[in-house]
DNA sequence: TCTGGGGTCCTAGGACCC
DNA sequence: TCTGGGGTCCTAGGACCC
């Protein structure tokens, strides 16, 4: 165990923690049944690979991202469950109210990690911030019945190398003047924000551990990198230059939906189908937000990992998938290539803005945008009621459900672009007000 | 790491203006 | 029509995070 700073009082310019749920997704699923403790378990077994595993299972080489296929394979009893995210964000608000007992400046970074803020608490709670810490992890695991992995620093950037310094249960308090120490014994391309492209210039330049990055001198780095790693340079020389963004999170700059299917394909009508979920997915969650998109832009993902894709602006702005649609179609077009097999679709609506503040323009017809407001709230309102899918745009129909054979069984083959072209003429029906839905309630 | 889904931020470069 | 210099705004794309 690394007991640097326990029960002693080093010097904290600020004092942050941060916390790391061990396994979270796994952890949660375990704690939530505890028949499952001391058994491998995996999650993620609605996409066929795996989210998260416990200690148990990793022993046994079972690690993220490898296919649920492989993990029977190595392990037939392994227990493989299905995401739950609503349980996942449950012990997620009960790890941020832990925290905000003892600090109101928390950060809610991810749905299994946070910040806090500890500078200047020793006098109100009587004691040294590393105890301040430890007793933040113990909370944490006698509440929740999951460990946490704990990083104390003066910096975030050095708070994240602690946490992720003992794994799992772990605790590693990293003082200003012992920080050279866990830097050398921390690979560069381990440090939060330097990613694999950072890594390899780095180490073309000789830079192997996080401590030989800090002795490069400021000019080197000003000369070199840009802002985001000079700032991650300066955390790492104790200097903090990151607030914590301790403001909940509650408007979005960006929504996107994207979807993987397998086998990939080749049909203009499914992939059209694909995109046409994706719009209706992101423009529910724009809706749900009260967020309404000035643009948008959609890609095709090929067999071979390549993109293609286009931005579009709306000449208003707009949260209804007909819409979004309806601008998307030529752009499709130029996008899709025949005889190109694609394993993925996604669609980002950009541009948003609560959907309150936004101005109609001469033009715009406001009852009929009233009345596919109405639509939409409907549409809202008996997915809450029925679950996703309840109801759904036609064009979505070969996206959804059993859609898939039924569009590989009817036999479209190879589409040709004017045979893709053909395909949307029939919807020109779309454009009537109200919309063709499909309807699969109850 | 042979690759799922959902985000954010920064930067270079072009368009346009004086 | 060419030549400077400088500013702002927007967009595309890269890089990274969980």
Redesign the pocket.
């Given at each position: 165990m690394n007991e640097v700073g326990w029960g002693r009082h080093y010097y904290y310019p600020r004092a942050l923690i941060h916390v790391d749920g061990d396994s979270f997704f796994a952890a949660c699923e375990v704690a939530r049944n505890p028949s499952l403790r001391g058994k491998p378990v995996v999650t993620g077994a609605e996409?066929g690979?795996v989210?998260a595993a416990t200690y148990e299972a990793k022993a046994l080489g079972i690690n993220r991202?490898?296919?649920l296929a492989d993990v029977k394979k190595i392990c037939p009893e392994a227990i493989i469950v299905a995401s739950d995210y609503e349980l996942y964000t449950l012990y997620s608000l009960r790890m941020y109210e832990i925290m905000r007992r003892y600090t109101p400046a928390v950060e809610e970074?991810?749905?299994?990690?946070c910040f806090g803020d500890l500078t200047g608490l020793r006098r109100t709670f009587h004691m040294s911030y590393e105890d301040i810490a430890r007793k933040i992890k113990a909370d944490l695991y006698r509440e929740l019945d999951i460990t946490f992995s704990v990083g104390l620093s003066c910096t975030k950037v050095l708070a994240?190398v602690g946490s992720k310094y003992q794994k799992p249960d772990g605790f590693t308090a990293i003082p200003l003047i012992g920080k050279d120490t866990f830097l050398a014994n921390t690979e560069i391309g381990k440090?939060?924000?330097?990613?694999?492209?950072?890594?390899a210039f780095l180490q073309n330049h000789g830079i192997r551990t996080a401590l030989d990055f800090t002795n490069k001198n400021e000019d080197w780095v000003k000369k070199y990198l840009?802002?985001?790693i000079e700032e991650i340079w300066r955390e790492l020389n104790g200097e903090s230059v990151m607030d914590l963004v301790t403001e909940a999170k509650h408007t979005?700059?960006?929504?996107?939906?994207?979807?993987?299917f397998s086998p990939p394909s080749k049909e203009a009508g499914f992939l059209y189908s694909q995109l046409s979920k994706n719009v209706e997915?992101a423009c529910a969650?724009a809706r749900t937000h009260g967020l309404t998109a000035t643009g948008f832009s959609f890609f095709l993902k090929s067999q071979e990992?390549r993109y293609r894709g286009a931005?579009v602006?709306l000449s208003g702005p707009s949260n209804a998938p007909h819409e979004i649609l309806h601008a998307m179609e030529p752009h499709f077009l130029k996008v899709f290539r025949a005889g190109t097999f694609y394993?993925?679709s996604?669609v980002t609506l950009t541009g948003l803005h609560e959907a309150k503040e936004v101005q109609l323009d001469l033009f715009t017809d406001p009852e009929k945008t009233a009345g596919i407001a109405r639509v939409f709230e409907r549409v809202d309102v008996l997915t809450e009621r029925f679950g996703r899918h309840a109801i759904y745009l036609a064009s979505s129909m070969k996206a959804i459900g059993a859609g898939r054979v039924a569009a590989s069984g009817r036999g479209i083959g190879s589409v040709s672009r004017t045979r893709a072209g053909a395909l949307f003429k029939g919807r020109e029906r779309q454009k009537i007000f109200p919309l063709p839905f499909l309807g699969e309630v109850g």
């Open positions: 996409r690979i989210s991202g490898i296919r970074y991810g749905i299994d990690e994240k440090i939060w924000g330097i990613g694999p492209n950072t890594t840009n802002k985001p979005y700059y960006s929504i996107q939906k994207t979807r993987t997915g969650k990992f931005d602006k394993r993925a996604g």
